[in-house]
């Protein structure tokens, strides 16, 4: 619980009973001690700043913080229940249960996410670990995981619950699509990216030599629950580059978010996911299948994900998205869609949390061949989803291709 200083000189009262603050200032006193126990405080995942509150109203926000957040998406096509909870993977039986989600039960993890997480997790389901990495993610582990699930016991009445980054997630739910024509799947999201896109809107996949995600099918999990304390042990640069999407999501249609993310420096709490996941619990709602708003979704990857290639992959798809972002939110200023500044906002907000936003290593004619070759295998035209403002993005805008070499040329300054 947070408190301006002159509340709590205030509240603790100026009668010396307090000996840490018995001297003859005692608001220097405090200001001493908040100081001395900043980092430690800010440690904590999540505060309630209690100032303009009564006791009632810090008491409520306190219980809401505690007792988490429940969203839908309650769609024919996509019905998906996410809880978010402090302390939740420890409840992860319990929600199965409340749930009916009982049967055979089969839990899939990945090798550092076991390591990091595993005794947090239930140890009475029968659990197999896979190595960590975007390289699992093919057509032999499938049938691998298949054989595996079928050792384990798991059956059509079952469940297999997928706990890990996005990598376990598409690979859980795409074997679960297929397992026995179909079985149940739980996603407990352990990354930030994870949390706040993969997890929702039920696209499972795995890749091909020919390209990432080329099989796959629309199987959302029937729930997703997210531990935002699963994240403490997340590698720096995961957790930076999950950001990237969080920034994406409040360019896209909160600009509540954004601001919070120009003030804070980490970012992480219950309130945080829960606001990032909003964003995509919302658009699914809209275009369950993606036929429309979704491509909003795609704002920073038409760039982005030709840097990514151009990098050979040393860039994380997180940062080439970022870089991405702030070249799209130039070419939508550069062509009259966007409102001055905002690549300027977006540019800086990415910064702050240790996002690259330019990158030298790529020459723009090779960054244009790889932007069409992506197209290509994806069927679709060369278009782009760019914003407007924060808060709007728009799909669907094809580009002057001499403004967009302008754009290219200029990602290697940022
Ligand atoms: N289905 C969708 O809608 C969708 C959307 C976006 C991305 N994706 C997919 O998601 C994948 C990327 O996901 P990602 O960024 O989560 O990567 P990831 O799954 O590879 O996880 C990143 C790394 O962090 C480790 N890790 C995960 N959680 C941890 C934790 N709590 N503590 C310690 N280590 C932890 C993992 O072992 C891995 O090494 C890509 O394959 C992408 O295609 C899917």
New binding site residues.
């Given amino acids: 619980l947070e408190a301006e200083v002159a509340d709590l000189v205030r509240r603790l009262g100026r009668d010396g009973a307090r000996p840490l603050l018995g001297g003859a200032d005692p608001e220097r006193a405090l200001e001493e001690l908040l100081h001395a126990r900043r980092s430690h405080y800010e440690s904590f995942p999540s505060s309630v700043e209690t100032s303009a509150k009564s006791v009632e109203q810090a008491a409520a926000a306190a219980e809401r913080l505690v007792s988490g957040e429940v969203l839908h998406v309650d769609r024919p096509e996509c019905r998906q229940t996410i809880e978010l909870r402090y302390g939740a993977l420890e409840d992860l039986q319990d929600m199965l249960r409340e749930r009916s989600l009982t049967g055979p039960l089969v839990l899939l993890t990945?090798?550092?996410?076991n390591?990091?997480?595993g005794s947090r997790l239930p140890q009475s389901i029968p659990t197999i670990v896979i190595p960590?990495?975007?390289g699992l993610?093919t057509l032999a582990s499938v049938e691998l995981l298949c054989g595996e699930l079928a050792s384990a016991g798991l059956d059509r009445g079952g469940t297999l619950i997928a706990v890990?980054?996005?990598?376990?997630?598409?690979l859980g739910?795409f074997c679960a699509s297929v397992f026995m024509r179909g079985v149940r799947w739980v996603a407990v999201?352990?990354?930030?990216?994870?949390m706040v896109?993969?997890?929702?809107?039920?696209?499972?996949?795995v890749?091909l030599p020919a390209g990432?995600?080329l099989v796959g099918r629309f199987h959302p999990p029937a729930l997703v629950v997210s531990d935002p304390l699963?994240?403490?042990?997340?590698?720096e640069r995961?957790r930076r580059?999950?950001i990237a999407?969080v920034v994406k999501h409040a360019v896209i249609s909160d600009p509540s978010l954004l601001a919070r993310l120009e003030s804070a420096s980490s970012f992480g709490s219950l309130p945080d996911i829960a606001a990032a996941v909003s964003v995509k619990v919302k658009i699914v709602a809209c275009d369950p299948l993606e036929e429309n708003v979704r491509a909003t979704l795609n704002f920073g990857h038409t760039i982005g994900h030709a840097l990514e290639a151009a990098s050979l992959y040393a860039l994380?798809?997180?940062e080439a998205v970022a870089i991405g972002m702030v070249a799209e939110a130039r070419l939508a200023e550069r062509i009259g869609v966007a409102r001055a500044g905002v690549a300027d906002r977006i540019r800086e907000v990415l910064a702050r949390h240790g996002l690259p936003t330019a990158y030298a290593g790529a020459a723009p004619g090779s960054l244009r061949a790889l932007i069409s070759v992506d197209k290509k295998k994806a069927g679709s035209a060369l278009r782009f989803a760019l914003p407007a403002d924060i808060g709007r993005v728009l799909h669907g805008i094809v580009v002057d291709e001499a403004l967009l070499a302008e754009t290219l040329a200029e990602i290697a300054s940022g």
């Fill in positions: 990945d090798e550092n996410v390591r990091a997480l960590p990495g975007e993610k890990g980054g996005g990598v376990v997630g598409d739910g999201p352990t990354t930030v990216l994870a896109d993969a997890s929702v809107g039920g696209k499972t996949a890749n990432k995600n699963a994240l403490a042990t997340l590698p995961e580059s999950g999407e994380t798809h997180g």
